[in-house]
């Protein structure tokens, strides 16, 4: 049986660190799918992250540095 955590008893985990899914990493960056694979592959964007067979994240505080370097 799954027990979910509740907000309150995630925080008190150190060192969690948040993960978002395509969606919002969509919506971040501006750039699709297939381009963000490119450039993951040339080393121009962060590395996701395998969660299961068809599931991926990228870590949020990963993407948020590559939007400030690219603003720079």
């Given at each position: 049986?799954?027990?979910?955590?509740?907000?309150a008893?995630?925080?008190?985990?150190?060192?969690?660190?948040?993960?978002?899914?395509?969606?919002?990493?969509?919506?971040?960056?501006?750039?699709?799918?297939s381009?963000?694979?490119?450039?993951?592959?040339?080393?121009?964007?962060?590395?996701?992250?395998?969660?299961?067979?068809?599931?991926?994240?990228?870590?949020?505080?990963?993407v948020?540095?590559?939007?400030?370097?690219?603003?720079?």
């Amino acid at each position: 049986m799954y027990k979910f955590m509740s907000k309150a008893e995630l925080e008190l985990i150190p060192d969690l660190e948040r993960v978002i899914r395509e969606q919002e990493c969509f919506w971040m960056t501006g750039l699709p799918k297939s381009t963000r694979a490119f450039m993951e592959k040339k080393g121009q964007f962060p590395k996701h992250l395998v969660l299961g067979p068809k599931i991926c994240a990228w870590r949020l505080s990963e993407v948020q540095e590559w939007i400030k370097t690219r603003a720079q």
